[in-house]
Structure formats: structure tokens, C-alpha cells
């Protein structure tokens, strides 16, 4: 069960960078990450919980920031329910997606789980409802995604294949490249692995 922590931080957000204090580990029934976000000083800002099934569907997530609370999973698509503390703002859900996403690593790695993805085949369109920051309003985009490479590197624990993604965002042509090692996103615009108490997790072919 990796565990580990991210440097969070949006290319145009000022200081303080955020920290993601995460673990995860495979199941039989598929994956399940959580995490605790905070500041440096160890402020707390919101939390992660995403389980998704052996094809990399989403059947549970849930997350907090800046006081509101979102609740989905795949159904017709995917549905959520986001509110605030009181319940008096909450509001439901519903698009013709794929899957969700976000600025947490965990979404990286469960996308991947979707697509399942093979060096060389042709780019993966896929429509995702990502929840942003920092009152996780909920945002349908559209994204492709191929993975150029494969590539084992030596370590003290044997050899690590770390799996580099290109990922398109398609109404703005923005594309930029995601680093992947097993269940560990190990580079990605605005993320950083700063920790890893122990090796990533190998998912079955």
C-alpha cells in the first residue's frame, strides 16, 4: 500500500502550495485512493476518497474543500450531489461522461485504469466532469489521452516501469505530459511527488 505526498500547486495560484498526504492500494473488486489535503504549515483544506471498480469505473467518490462536499459515482454516466455544510445549497448531477476528474493524482491514475491504454495506439477521446477548485464547482470537459512510452529504470527495489502520458485538453489545444508509475503519478502540471514511504503498486494485466 504506496504511501506518500504530493506538492500541489496550480502554475498561476500564489503561495502557500498545498500538499496532498495520500495512500492507496489495488482490491480484488478494483482501487481505492485516499488522501488529506493541507497546507505547509498543516492547515487543513479538503480530503480525497475515490474507489473505482476492476474496469476503472468510479463507484464511490467523495470530496471536501472550502466547506462544500460533493458525493458521485458512475450512474447513467456519471452523478453527483454537491452542497455545503448545512444542506441548503445542494444541488444534483448528472452528464453523459466517462468518468470524473480533478486536481488530485488520484483521477490520473484512475483514468489510465479506464483507458488501459498500449504505447503506439491512437489517442483515447474521453468527456469527464471535473470538480475545481476551490469550491469544487463541476465542469464537463473533453480530454484525449495516449501513452507515448513505456520505460523500466533500476531502482534499490528492482526495476520500475513508468508510464509516460500525453494529455490533450480539446477546446483549448492544451496539451502537457503525465508521469505514471504503477498506482503513483510521479509528474504532472502542478503535481509533485515529494514522498514515497513504500513502492508503487503493480496493477494485474
Not at 447513467?76 to 476528474?101: I, K, L, Y
Request: charged share 20%.
Amino acid at each position: 500500500m504506496p504511501r506518500g505526498r504530493d506538492n500541489r500547486q496550480r502554475p498561476h495560484d500564489p503561495p502557500p502550495h498545498r500538499e496532498e498526504h495520500f495512500h492507496c492500494a489495488p482490491g480484488p473488486s478494483g482501487w481505492r485512493y485516499v488522501s488529506q489535503i493541507t497546507t505547509p504549515t498543516g492547515d487543513h483544506r479538503g480530503s480525497v476518497d475515490l474507489a473505482v471498480d476492476e474496469r476503472g469505473r468510479p463507484i464511490r467518490l467523495e470530496l471536501h474543500a472550502s466547506s462544500w462536499q460533493v458525493r458521485g459515482a458512475a450512474l447513467e454516466g456519471v452523478t453527483w450531489v454537491r452542497t455545503d455544510p448545512t444542506g441548503t445549497h445542494a444541488t444534483e448531477g448528472n452528464v453523459r461522461a466517462h468518468a470524473f476528474t480533478g486536481t488530485s493524482p488520484a483521477f490520473l491514475i484512475a483514468l489510465t485504469r479506464l483507458l488501459r491504454l498500449a504505447p503506439g495506439e491512437p489517442e483515447t477521446r474521453l468527456r469527464l466532469v471535473a470538480f475545481t477548485d476551490p469550491v469544487l464547482a463541476p465542469l464537463t470537459v473533453d480530454q484525449s489521452w495516449a501513452l507515448l512510452k513505456s520505460e523500466a529504470h533500476p531502482t534499490d527495489n528492482g526495476l520500475l516501469t513508468v508510464d509516460e502520458y500525453q494529455v490533450s485538453t480539446l477546446d483549448t489545444g492544451e496539451r502537457h505530459t503525465v508521469h505514471i508509475a504503477g498506482d503513483v503519478v510521479l509528474a504532472a502540471p502542478g503535481i509533485e511527488l515529494e514522498d514515497l514511504d513504500t513502492p508503487p503498486s503493480a496493477f494485474p494485466a
